[in-house]
């Protein structure tokens, strides 16, 4: 063998043999454990539910994980969307649908509704079900896509769930949303905004965690003015804003978040602004 063909092979071993470093140094910083393949909303939920499970009972332990006040937290829902227009007969996709707040509130009013519901842990999705009438249907995801065709659904809501995910995921979603939706079909989800007093003290308790340098659960923000910018971006008109303490709908009363009612519009997404 030629010194230079030696040469080329020590130096391909040597460039083979680095990249797997670099490789192994990208995954321990991307997951300090090094074993975390799963995105970090799965992570963090799974984390909670079998925490909850090992404290509580599981009614309340379901109830918990989602933010408790089970039946009036899913009454509340259900008027908010009847509020903006949901009929018997329309298809409603229940995105990050949790243990099913919204599924049983709607099938103690036997709603008839093409109801599909969406969530990354499975012992969440078993309780909704239990809970929702048999038609239901139910799917879990780790995707940063929607399972669903084209064009699938009449309304599409996500309650507290863009509060726990990186701006850049719920934008994903929200493009992703859109396909799903008819033309002129609604997107509801509420929020968390810094001009809504109500909310500083669950920024506090994020702040006092990062003080001790304990990992918060990720409580994201997102202000309108930004919520405006993704609509023109990716084609949505807005519908509504409605603060976490306002409650047009009436009975049970506000939501807790404040929510975005947005509307597929005819306009075509920005080009560009999405799938870079
Ligand atoms: C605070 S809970 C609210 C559940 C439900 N929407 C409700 O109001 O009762 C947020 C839920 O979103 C789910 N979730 C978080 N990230 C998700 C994702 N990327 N895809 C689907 N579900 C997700 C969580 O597992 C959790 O059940």
Same mark, same amino acid.
């Given at each position: 063998m030629s010194s230079a063909v030696a040469y080329? $092979? $020590?130096?391909?071993? /040597? =460039?083979?043999? %680095?990249?797997?470093?670099?490789?192994?140094?990208?995954? &321990?910083?991307?997951?300090? +454990?090094?074993?975390?393949?799963?995105?970090?909303? #799965?992570?963090? !939920? &799974?984390?909670? #539910? +079998?925490?909850?499970?090992?404290?509580?009972? +599981?009614?309340?332990?379901? @109830?918990?994980? #989602?933010?408790?006040?089970?039946?009036?937290?899913?009454?509340? &829902?259900?008027? *908010?969307?009847?509020?903006?227009? =949901?009929?018997?007969?329309?298809?409603?996709?229940?995105?990050?649908?949790? %243990?099913?707040? *919204?599924? %049983?509130? =709607?099938?103690?009013?036997?709603?008839r509704i093409d109801y599909y519901g969406i969530e990354v842990d499975q012992r969440l999705l078993d309780f909704a079900k239990s809970k929702a009438s048999g038609h239901f249907r139910f799917a879990t995801s780790h995707a940063l896509t929607i399972p669903a065709p084209d064009a699938s659904a009449d309304m599409v809501c996500a309650f507290s769930v863009f509060t726990h995910l990186? &701006?850049?995921? +719920? !934008?994903?979603? =929200?493009?992703?949303?859109?396909? #799903?939706?008819?033309?002129?079909?609604?997107?509801?989800? @509420?929020? /968390?905004e810094f001009a809504q007093p109500l909310y500083w003290k669950i920024f506090e308790e994020t702040l006092s965690k990062e003080r001790r340098n304990m990992l918060p659960h990720l409580n994201e923000f997102i202000e309108r003015n930004a919520i405006q910018v993704w609509c023109e971006k990716l084609g949505y008109e807005i519908q509504t804003f409605i603060s976490g303490d306002a409650a047009p709908w009436g009975d049970p009363g506000p939501l807790g978040q404040s929510v975005a009612v947005l509307s597929r519009s005819s306009r075509n997404p920005v080009s560009g602004s999405g799938n870079i």
């Open positions: 080329d $092979r $020590r130096l391909k071993a /040597l =460039l083979s043999r %680095s990249r797997n470093i670099a490789r192994w140094i990208r995954d &321990q910083l991307a997951s300090p +454990t090094g074993k975390e393949t799963e995105p970090h909303f #799965v992570r963090e !939920y &799974q984390h909670l #539910v +079998t925490k909850a499970l090992a404290l509580y009972p +599981t009614d309340k332990a379901m @109830s918990l994980v #989602v933010g408790g006040n089970f039946d009036r937290a899913g009454d509340a &829902q259900r008027a *908010l969307l009847r509020w903006i227009g =949901l009929r018997d007969g329309m298809r409603l996709l229940d995105f990050g649908c949790g %243990s099913g707040r *919204l599924a %049983s509130a =709607l099938a103690r009013e036997a709603m990186r &701006q850049s995921e +719920t !934008y994903l979603y =929200l493009e992703d949303i859109r396909r #799903v939706l008819r033309p002129g079909g609604k997107l509801v989800f @509420s929020f /968390l």
